[in-house]
């Protein structure tokens, strides 16, 4: 008697974030990882502690309302910004730096982290891959975000200083654009990795040199010529601005949302904050 064949089994795709010792995932920090500029709320905790004027301190929060309503930075906003908190912390210490950092974390940080970018980094971790912030952000401040959230580690930008105090330079560049592609390619060397097999998560066209760079690029939070550049080279994004999840595939399934406060919110949190 014949048999009636088997049925067919549909095929089914094996996860792309699986265990895999020679991949590893990068994440830039700002609008990415959390919700505004990691530079500003460190500002704050600078101000706090009779670093500079109330005058300075409205400056930075202009530059962050531009971030936010712009979608995206120059250069030279990014530079003068960099510049001037190196101006801010020459002559004081390292240990003073951190110290701010970890206040800062816990007032500013912690409830600024987009919930659906902590879940995707921590399916990287789940299956034994190295996870790395890349961010223009001290490197203090990098290194001790990654250790709160259970990361492998940051590359980040290195002020200099001698015996502890800082001299008010920069131990290279500070890295933004090329230079996180050229620090992520460094890292990869040294760790061993297959950056085709490698993710990287932005939300900044600037970053375009790490997105390209690896296999798996991802636009979180993208402002527009990241998205447009997303879109052209169908590249996964992710929003969590307003809830709406915006992946174009169906790469690591649903991670969560966050929502953001805008803005106008901060200018009057902060405004409440200066008054007590």
């Known amino acids: 008697m014949t048999q ?3 049925a067919t089994q549909p095929a089914t795709a094996e996860p792309l974030i699986r265990p895999d010792a020679r991949a590893a995932a990068f994440f830039d920090l700002d609008n990415t990882v959390i919700q505004g500029a990691s530079i500003f709320h460190l500002a704050k905790g600078m101000y706090r502690r009779g670093f500079f004027s109330t005058r300075l301190l409205m400056k930075g929060l202009w530059l962050q309302i531009y971030f936010r309503m712009i979608g995206g930075e120059k250069d030279s906003h ?8 190196l101006g801010f912390i020459e002559g004081h210490t390292v240990a003073e730096l951190v110290d701010i950092g970890n206040e800062m974390y816990e007032d500013s940080i912690a409830p600024r982290i987009w919930p ?11 299956v034994g891959q190295q996870v790395w912030l890349v961010t223009a952000a001290p490197i203090e401040v990098a290194g001790l975000i990654a250790s709160r959230l259970g990361l492998t580690g940051a590359l980040g930008t290195v002020a200099e200083h001698v015996e502890g105090v800082y001299t008010g330079r920069l131990v290279g560049t500070m890295l933004h654009g090329p230079a996180k592609a050229d620090a992520v390619r460094a ?3 040294e ?3 297959d950056l ?3 993710f990287a998560y932005s939300d900044s066209y600037n970053d ?3 997105l390209s760079l690896v296999g798996h690029p991802c636009a979180i939070n993208p402002d527009r010529r990241l998205k447009e550049h997303a879109e052209e080279q169908d590249w996964q994004i992710r929003d969590y601005r307003s ?7 169906g790469l690591i399934g649903a991670a969560g949302a966050g929502a953001t406060t805008g803005a106008v919110a901060t200018a009057l949190a902060l405004r409440r904050r200066l008054k007590q």
């Not at 995707?120 to 971790?125: G, P």
């Not at 809830?243 to 595939?249: H, P, V």
């Open 196 to 198: 085709a097999r490698c």
């Open 116 to 126: 659906g970018t902590r879940a995707i980094a921590q399916m990287h971790l789940d």
């Open 78 to 85: 990014i530079e003068d910004a960099r510049t001037t908190v």
């Open 191 to 193: 760790h061993d990795l």
């Open 243 to 249: 809830g709406r999840r915006a992946a174009r595939i």
């Open 187 to 189: 890292l990869a060397a």
């Open 208 to 210: 375009l040199p790490m």
């Open 4 to 6: 009636p064949p088997e």
